[in-house]
């Protein structure tokens, strides 16, 4: 069966980076992408950006570009979340989230999330 | 950006009951690319609908999507005790950013 499998909570401090992963079983690792999605405490749900597992094209949001960068290593089926530059707004619960999806040229393609994470609470505090 | 509107934000039912939850988007959804997630206190979201009307897999048949353009809606037919939840409506594809609904609370009346 399909498992994501991510890492464990992370305490912060402003400035600071964070790289969350998530490591998948129950599937050819390759053949989906992955999304990373990030739910303030009581709020809703924000895209964060895609990659895809099989030759690394990524998408991002725009407010977090420059920011973030998401990688996958095949050889441990684990894909990666990092975050720099802290603040406090960046106090969430972040999920990865698999996805189809690919990219052509300069735009991409991304499909509903089937599988997600448990979740990394990560909280940003001095 | 694709702006998806959820209504009610709240919706207060008893179980056995239909509940009927609205999602509109600010701009046609292409491919019916509309999604719908299920998510309760301290978990995941789940995948229930995708393609604004295919039931993932092992999701119970009295949840059903339907809709298209702007306009979608999901229907749950006779409310069990574990359907209350907070459900979220997706868009995805190529309109990217994908963007979620605010989301609607169902909850036990």
């Known amino acids: 069966q399909v498992q994501l499998v991510q890492s464990g909570t992370e305490v912060k401090k402003p400035g600071a980076s964070v790289k969350v992963s998530c490591k998948a079983s129950?599937?050819?690792?390759?053949?989906?992408?992955f999304s990373w999605v990030r739910q303030a405490p009581g709020q809703g749900l924000e895209w964060m950006g895609w990659?895809?597992?099989?030759?690394?094209?990524?998408n991002f949001a725009q407010n977090l570009q420059g920011r973030v960068t998401m990688t996958t290593d095949t050889s441990t089926s684990t894909a990666y979340m990092e975050l720099r530059s802290l603040r406090s707004d960046d106090t969430a619960v972040y999920y990865c989230?698999?996805?189809?999806?690919?990219?052509?040229?300069?735009?991409?393609?991304?499909?509903?999330?089937?599988?997600w994470g448990q979740g990394t609470l990560v909280t940003v505090s001095s | 950006e694709i702006v998806l509107t959820q209504s009610p934000g709240t919706l207060s039912l008893s179980p056995g009951e239909r509940a009927t939850l609205s999602c509109r988007a600010s701009?046609?959804?292409?491919?019916?690319?509309l999604a719908w997630y299920q998510q309760k206190p301290g978990q995941a979201p789940r995948l229930l609908i995708y393609?604004?009307?295919s039931r993932a897999t092992g999701i119970p048949d009295r949840f059903s999507g339907s809709g298209s353009g702007t306009d979608f809606t999901l229907t749950i037919s006779r409310l069990e005790p574990e359907d209350f939840a907070v459900y979220y409506c997706?868009?995805?594809?190529?309109?990217?950013?994908?963007?979620f609904g605010q989301g609607t609370r169902l909850e036990i009346k």
């Open positions: 997706q868009q995805y594809g190529s309109s990217l950013p994908i963007t």
């Open positions: 393609g604004a009307s």
């Open positions: 989230a698999r996805s189809l999806g690919y990219c052509s040229g300069t735009s991409c393609y991304t499909s509903y999330f089937d599988y």
């Open positions: 701009q046609s959804v292409s491919s019916s690319y």
């Open positions: 990659i895809s597992a099989y030759n690394g094209d990524t």
């Open positions: 129950g599937y050819t690792f390759s053949t989906y992408g």
